[in-house]
């Protein structure tokens, strides 16, 4: 018994499973883009006059869960009651994929953005610190 013991215990021990594979993460992409009417190059929104503010819904797709980090030129201003004004841009600093890698990031537009034309600017940084970004333009008209 001790030797059939033995021998099982070594067998095992050189019959081991294998090393497998390192984990290969997947290629990360972006694709910003927009429901609104689009030229090809500018998407275009109609802003609706009867309104003191409004978002402009802006889509993207990417991998799973993945971060998408927000930015633009383009800011809107807000004026306190103390007479200080503060500037903000018009998105929101960063959102998440959900889990069939789609989002969902809104632009803030006040009537003082009709005739401008916004930069929207999502960035991805990969695994290896290189950055993915893409862009999309909309004019608010």
Avoid at 23 to 52: A, K, N, R
Avoid at 81 to 86: E, I
Avoid at 117 to 137: C, R, S
């Amino acid at each position: 018994m001790y030797r059939l013991s033995l021998f099982i215990g070594i067998i095992v021990c050189f019959c081991s499973c294998e090393k497998s594979e390192e984990y290969v993460f997947p290629d990360t992409f972006l694709e910003i883009s927009s429901e609104l009417s689009y030229d090809g190059d500018i998407y275009y929104y109609t802003y609706p006059i009867d309104q003191t503010n409004d978002y402009i819904p802006v889509d993207f797709s990417t991998n799973p869960q993945e971060r998408v980090y927000w930015s633009s030129p383009d800011l809107f201003y807000v004026q306190l009651m103390n007479g200080d004004t503060v500037w903000d841009p018009v998105v929101n600093f960063s959102t998440y994929a959900d889990d069939q890698g789609l989002g969902k990031q809104m632009v803030y537009v006040n009537p003082t953005l009709i005739g401008d034309t916004l930069n929207i600017i999502g960035t991805i940084t990969t695994f290896e610190g290189d950055k993915i970004v893409d862009e999309i333009l909309i004019k608010i008209e």
